[in-house]
Structure formats: C-alpha cells, structure tokens
C-alpha cells in the first residue's frame, strides 16, 4: 500500500484558496487517491477522490499529475468552518480493502 | 448526517475488562470498516466486513474482533482491554460490489464511541 506524505499543519485567511498537496511516490496502477475531512471528535467526511487529470465537485477540486506521485486538494475560497484536519488516502479499493489513513494536515483558516 | 449510528458514543472500561460497540450502516450498503482513532493520530484501519465476513484487517491482534449481521449492521469487540486501547473507534459504511467485495472507496463514517480504559 502506497504510504502518503503531507504537510503536519497549514494557515490560510477566509476568502484564499487554499491548496494541499500529498506526496505518494510508490502508488501503484489499480490505486485511488481519496481525501476526507474532519472535525474534533467526529468521523472524516469525504471530500473527493480521482484517478488522475482533474476532478471538481460542489467543495472541492483534485488536482493529479500524470504521473500520479503526488495529488493536490484545492479549496476556493475557503471559511473558518473549513477548519479542520484533512487527510490524503491512496488505496485499492479491491477485496481486501485495507484504508491507512496518514497523520494528515491540520488547517487553520483565520478571519 | 452520513447516516451511520453508533453505540455507545461514550464509554469507560477498566484494564482486563470486554468491551462490545455497534454500529448501523447507512441505507443500501453492505460493507462496514471499522476504525480506532488515537488522541491527535489518524485514524488506524482494523477490520472490514463484507457479506457478513471479514475481508481485509489491520495490524490488531486478535482479540479485536467483529460481525455483520444479515441487515449488514457490525459489532466490534474487544477483549482483555488494554490502558491504550483508550480511543475514539469510527465505524464507516461503503458499498461494494462483485464477489470479491470491491468498492470505490468513499467512506461514510459515523461520530465513533469514545473509550476510555482505566
């Protein structure tokens, strides 16, 4: 399974556009890159997921390179309830699913 | 709200002790994971169930254990309770396909139970 690597914390302001982005050199070729968010003592919500190229949804964009060693998950315009703990997956989604969840990047958005 | 409950959302246990925690999917899928969740760590992956039996797990011995029953809802008991088995444990639904139980990978989760082992 492909170990991911992140930045430990990040600071941004309301209205910015914030990206992150995750490094995960050894992904192999049926692996998924998945991100979740999470709030203090609550589950991690997903965000977005993608193969590779672009992918855009209501919250988020998910940026992949062609060689899929590293991702970056943009925010626009983000608020302070964006505050949060954001974690990068990367995982085959086969039978034997087994999801390592990575330290993550602790975000904090200042007014 | 993903749709996902779990039970009890607060628990203490003393060291030796067993400890059981449940877990309802959301509507419509058939394979639960479970999560244990340390103070300021990401979440660490224990078991999944797909079609009422285990088909990926984690590095947890094995006295962490689990079940799904028929309505795909999941236990997960623990026994022999260790002080650092203290955690907040996540329980996610997903929807898998085939015989082999591939899935996409999104993951609902619900709030977890917050154990506490003394």
């Known amino acids: 399974l492909a170990k991911t690597t992140q930045p430990i914390s990040m600071d941004s302001y309301e209205g910015q556009e914030v990206n992150i982005t995750c490094s995960h050199n050894?992904?192999?070729?049926?692996?998924?890159i998945t991100w979740y968010q999470q709030f203090p003592s609550q589950g991690p919500r997903f965000i977005i997921q993608?193969?590779?190229t672009k992918v855009t949804n209501e919250v988020a964009s998910l940026f992949i390179p062609a060689d899929r060693k590293s991702s970056t998950l943009s925010l626009p315009r983000v608020s302070l309830s964006d505050t949060a703990v954001y974690y990068c997956?990367?995982?085959?989604?086969?039978?034997?699913?087994?999801?390592?969840f990575g330290s993550g990047t602790r975000l904090s958005i200042r007014p | 709200e993903t749709g996902v409950t779990q039970s009890p959302t607060h628990l203490i246990k003393t060291r030796g002790q067993q400890v059981t925690l449940r877990c309802s999917s959301q509507s419509g899928h058939n394979t639960v994971s479970w999560y244990q969740q340390a103070l300021g760590q990401g979440p660490q992956f224990i078991f999944q169930y797909y079609r009422e039996e285990e088909n990926g797990r984690g590095n947890f011995p094995p006295r962490f254990s689990g079940l799904q029953f028929p309505n795909y809802s999941s236990e997960l008991n623990v026994n022999a309770l260790e002080l650092d088995d203290s955690a907040l444990y996540l329980c996610?639904?997903?929807?898998?396909?085939?015989?082999?139980?591939?899935?996409?990978?999104?993951?609902?989760f619900g709030e977890g139970s917050r154990l506490t082992v003394l």
């Open positions: 050894n992904i192999a070729t049926n692996d998924y």
């Open positions: 993608g193969y590779k």
């Open positions: 996610a639904s997903s929807l898998a396909g085939g015989s082999t139980g591939a899935n996409t990978g999104e993951l609902f």
């Open positions: 997956l990367v995982a085959t989604y086969s039978s034997a699913s087994k999801i390592i």
